[in-house]
């Protein structure tokens, strides 16, 4: 009843230091930091971030409350990206739009986002991790893992949607992601680093890239040969559509998977990688199922999808540290949530990782532990309790995609290469910024080959 919805006064205001409010706490580990409001606060409370007062709802409820009607007609995404949009010059993007222009636009990408990108070309992944391991992963070599992962994965993306890695391009695409993302999107770092000349350099490298790929897609189109996958099905949209993807967006979508994909991928991989080194009796499971992979001659989507243990390694890598620890909104109306009412046009924090952490839904929350997520446990599928990919509308379009891409970097690298944290006894440092996730200086000794580069035979794809 209304009656008994109190107002936004009677929010409690998360404790913070004198001017920066709950600004360092947040930047220093923003998992914890989420969690520790949840349980002195409950599951509405305010934080201070950069002088911005923001609203925080957590917690499993939270994380449901994103997919109903409420929640779907309650919250927009533009603010939160429109910086962004405006750097490209573009009119706007699937993350920012909402409703019914979201659906259409989410429509025509679906397929592409979908792992149909990579049905038959498993044989072309498992080539493409052994040249990128060639070149990033040598024997004797103490590897960057998440660097040498982002590597891995734009070189995937790459070949795989466009027929070629832009390889040249990686450090520009991630100074861009970082410089972006830090600035116009979570607004962690103040406008003035967009001037920097690394940054501008990387900016106008970035728009070469998004020029070349456009010539590149309209000669396909002109010719008729686009190719059958996002990028192809983009250019296709744009002809077709183009009120809903004009010339002027073009750059910003064509190069959307690298930006999508880099950091969660890399970071999600590299998290699972330092948790696998560490956590005792994994690596044997790990290497056994991946060499049980690939001692087939082919490999298709099911093998990948039915490495169990593997996912499950990476399930918990992405409960542990998720990439999307919060997904940011603004009210579009008054919203009512666990007895509060808070106000329209409001920044609005949706803590959907709380529950990540929470011993009430995985004992010993801390552990890592794969198992929780066989059959005889599945404590992920407690209603809320687990939203690595986000929630609601805009739930990830890449997350299948995303699974059998990471399926295949760690069964290739696991049973390729012998690994070792560098220094032995490492504890992960995170950053949490632009994406949260392992920190850039965390590395791995590669020890030796254990297996060669055995190149897979490819899938037979029967006609339809
Ligand atoms: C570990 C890997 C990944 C994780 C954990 C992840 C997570 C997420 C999350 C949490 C969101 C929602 C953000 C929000 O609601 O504000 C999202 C959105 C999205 N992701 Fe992913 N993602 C991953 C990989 C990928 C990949 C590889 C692609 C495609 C190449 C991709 C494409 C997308 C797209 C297009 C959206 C926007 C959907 C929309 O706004 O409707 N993601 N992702």
């Not at 396909?220 to 250019?235: F, S």
């Not at 044997?284 to 082919?298: H, I, M, P, S």
Request: aromatic share 8%; with cysteine; net charge neutral.
């Amino acid at each position: 009843m209304d009656v008994a919805l109190k107002p936004a006064t009677e929010i409690p205001n998360a404790k913070g230091v004198p001017l920066a409010g709950n600004t360092f706490e947040m930047a220093k580990d923003p998992a914890s930091f989420f969690v520790r409001c949840y349980r002195d606060y409950g599951p509405v409370y305010r934080v201070n971030v950069f002088g911005r007062k923001q609203y925080v709802i957590a917690g499993a409820e939270a994380a449901k409350f994103m997919s109903t009607r409420a929640g779907r007609e309650g919250l927009r995404s533009k603010e939160f990206w429109q910086d962004f949009i405006d750097h490209y010059g573009a009119t706007r993007s699937l993350t920012q739009v909402d409703g019914d222009e979201h659906r259409k636009m989410r429509g025509l990408f679906r397929r592409g986002f979908s792992r149909q990108a990579v049905v038959g070309r498993y044989h072309e992944l498992a080539d493409i991790g052994d040249r990128s391991m060639a070149d990033k992963w040598k024997v004797g070599d103490s590897v960057p893992v998440v660097e040498g992962f982002q590597y891995m994965i734009v070189q995937m993306i790459g070949e795989i949607m466009t027929g070629d890695a832009p390889l040249e391009y990686v450090k520009d695409i991630r100074t861009n992601i970082l410089f972006l993302l830090n600035v116009l999107v979570t607004k962690q770092r103040p406008k003035i680093m967009l001037k920097s000349p690394k940054f501008k350099k990387a900016s106008a490298r970035m728009n070469e890239l998004g020029r070349q790929m456009i010539v590149d897609f309209k000669a396909h189109a002109d010719n008729g040969t686009l190719p059958d996958n996002l990028l192809g099905d983009i250019m296709q949209g744009h002809l077709d559509h183009p009120d809903l993807i004009p010339e002027s967006d073009l750059a910003l979508i064509l190069t959307g998977p690298y930006v999508a994909g880099l950091d969660t991928v890399a970071n999600t991989v590299a998290a699972a990688t330092y948790a696998i080194l560490k956590t005792p009796g994994v690596l044997e499971k790990v290497q056994a199922e991946a060499d049980a992979l690939y001692a087939k001659e082919t490999v298709t989507e099911a093998d990948v999808r039915g490495l169990t243990y593997i996912q499950n390694c990476l399930k918990e890598a992405m409960r542990l540290w998720p990439i999307a620890v919060a997904q940011m909104r603004t009210t579009t109306k008054e919203i009512e949530f666990e007895g509060y009412k808070i106000p329209a046009n409001e920044m609005i924090f949706i803590g959907t990782s709380v529950p990540h952490f929470m011993e009430e839904y995985f004992p010993n929350p801390m552990t890592f532990d794969p198992d929780r997520y066989n059959d005889d446990r599945k404590e992920h599928m407690c209603p809320g309790a687990y939203s690595p990919f986000g929630r609601g509308p805009h739930t990830c379009l890449g997350q299948n995609l995303a699974e059998v891409l990471m399926g295949m970097i760690m069964s290739r690298l696991f049973h390729r290469l012998d690994l070792s944290l560098d220094p032995p006894g490492y504890v992960l440092k995170t950053k949490s910024a632009p994406t949260p996730g392992p920190a850039m200086d965390f590395k791995v000794k590669v020890v030796g080959e254990r297996r060669p580069a055995k190149a897979l035979t490819p899938e037979v794809i029967e006609d339809e």
